[in-house]
Each structure stands twice: as C-alpha cells, then as structure tokens.
C-alpha cells in the first residue's frame, strides 16, 4: 500500500455541515474532497493499493482521522461532493480510539498526526515530506511501492507540526519548480512512481 | 498563451441546472469543472497564461464554447461548485457567434470543436492531442509555451471528433503508462512544461 496524509487544519470534526459549501462552513473540506478524488481515481476505475489518511484539526472536536482504503472502497464517485459526503457519514459517527468503518472503505478515530505518523514509522514505513525546497522526486532513488507522503493543506505545515514529521520523515521531497495545491502534488506523486513500476 | 481544449460530450447548453447536481442533472459537468481547477490554480495564484476552453456538446443546443481567460479572470476558487456557477452563469447569456463575456474573464459563445481548432490552426498554434498511445510527454522536444493540448471527457473522443483532431494535430501525446481523468492529465501538462521553463 501506499498511503497519502493530508492535514486538514481547518475541516471540520463534526458532520454537521452542508456539502453545498464545504470551502465555507465545512472548513476547506473542499480540499481534502479533491486529495481523495487524486489519490483514488484512475480513468477507468480506483487505485485499489492506496489509503488516504485526512488528519482533522478544525472545531468543535479537533484530532479526527478519515481513512479512505482503496481497496475496500465503495461508494465514492469523484467529484467533491461525493468525497464530502463520505466524510460527512464518517463524522457523523463517534470517534473513538480505535477505527469504525462509516460506509465501505471509510473508517473514522480519534488520532492526531503524531499517532498517526509514528505507526507508519513503527511499521517501518518510508515517510516522505512534501516541501518547495525538497529534492526533485525525479530524482529520488528508491521510492518504493509502500511510501508515505505527508502534505499540508491551504495553510502549509505549522513548525510544531513540521517538528513531528521531521523526526520521522525519511525525506523532503518536492514535486517541481513552482508550488501547487496538494491534490495536483498527489497527481504528480503518482504519475512518477506509475513510471517507476512501468 | 497555452491554451486545454476539453470536449464535454454530455455537458449541459443551458444555465438552467443545479450546482448541486454537477455530475448527474447537469451531463458530468464536474468533470469540466475540475479540468478548469486544474488547469488555472497555482498554491499561491492563478495560471495568467491559460485559456481553458470547454466544447459543450450535450442538449438542449449543443455546440458552445465557455471559455476561461486566465489572465483577466476573476471570481473563480478552487472549488467545483465556483467554477460550475461561472459555466453557469455563461450559459445564461445568449450564444452568438462572437464571445460574450458573461463574468470578468469567463466568455461564450456558438462553436464546435471544429471551429475552434481551425482557429488555432490558423494562427499558427502547435496542437497537441492527448491520447494513450501518443508519445511520451516527457520525450518530446519543442513542446512550447503557446502550445494548444485538446483532451476528451469520460466518454473519451469519437471517431468523428478524432478525425477532426487528426487534420490539425501536430502529434499526439501521452502523460505516463496509466490512463487518468483529463484533469488529472492537465496536472501532469503542467508539471512538465513547468520544468522545461524552469
């Protein structure tokens, strides 16, 4: 598997919000919606090697995390409210330590991105950091089929968050000369390890 | 300028649809609408150099151009339901032959796929056509700044539209060994001319 992590600063822990604004009440839910439609989508079907893991940090319960698993995934269509409403079913569950699945492919808990970031790196995982100044992913040896890429959202990452991954991270990487939206950053994350297993 | 040509087969020709119903009651036009996110946002800004142009093709009047300026565009987030909302307030307007503007940088106008691309072919523009068995993007030389890329929707492109593409193409092209959504596409377009500007 490979896995996406996306911090959400501002998406909102409750499912209380309309899916005809998810940039507005929901808290730029919008783009964590279009990171799922990223990581997930293929032209003709579903990425079935690929978790995306929305860390969610907004009011009224910050410390949520919203798992989508491609392989057990039914249900998402992709555009953004579609992704929306999932995630909507899936807080609309209580959160506890452990994971519920909402619908098929979608589980919720409580968890922040230290929990998070530390079992990949307990499970040996390879943990890269999506950053302006990393090193080109062209050329980046030895991205493996089991990575883990860490990406903030509109806000970026906050130094207390970038101290978390920094501990864990095996590197920064950068995905080309000029910043993007981190759905497009996903896009370009596959499209180059789609390459490398050509 | 460098200019997507997207070709919506199903898309709604009237403003009379439901922003929250892009995919179903208005002919898949969620996926125009995450073309025209893809090919305009940058993380900290707009793309000022693109002209997205949509082919709408579905009832009640098939055959309008709505065309995204990114150089005088305005009013347009992230979101599918803000790009959506300017389509749709394009299509409110009366198409005429020549463009009208219906927002600031968003115009229409009564054109098909062969207008359009006899335009560019008359001035001169390099058009590319995006296709699975096309060369590899990142083989090929001369990819310019003011290059035209014309892509299908999830119906892909007819035959009759192939053949249309086929007399002015310059040469067909492909982003990597995995067939992806247009917009996704769109992304991998950019990353690469991003790095040969660079």
């Not at 579903?46 to 919203?66: A, F, S, T, Y």
């Amino acid at each position: 598997m490979k896995d996406f992590v996306i911090i959400g600063h501002k998406a909102l822990t409750t499912g209380d919000f309309s899916l005809n604004d998810l940039p507005g009440s929901a808290g730029r839910m919008d783009i964590l919606c279009r990171c799922v439609n990223s990581a997930l989508f293929l032209s003709h079907g579903m990425r079935r090697d690929i978790n995306v893991h929305l860390v969610l940090l907004g009011e009224p319960d910050p410390g949520k995390v919203v798992r989508f698993n491609g392989e057990k995934l039914k249900y998402l269509n992709p555009d953004e409210r579609s992704s929306g409403s999932l995630i909507k079913k899936a807080l609309e569950r209580d959160a506890i330590e452990y994971e519920t699945q909402s619908t098929p492919g979608v589980y919720i808990r409580r968890a922040g991105l230290e929990d998070l970031l530390n079992e990949f790196k307990e499970a040996g995982r390879d943990i890269y950091y999506l950053r302006e100044d990393g090193e080109d992913i062209r050329e980046c040896e030895g991205l493996g089929n089991d990575a883990v890429f860490v990406l903030g959202d509109h806000m970026g990452v906050t130094e207390e968050e970038e101290a978390i991954i920094d501990k864990v991270a095996k590197q920064t990487l950068n995905i080309g000369p000029i910043s993007l939206h981190s759905d497009h950053c996903i896009i370009i994350i596959h499209n180059e390890l789609d390459r490398k297993e050509a």
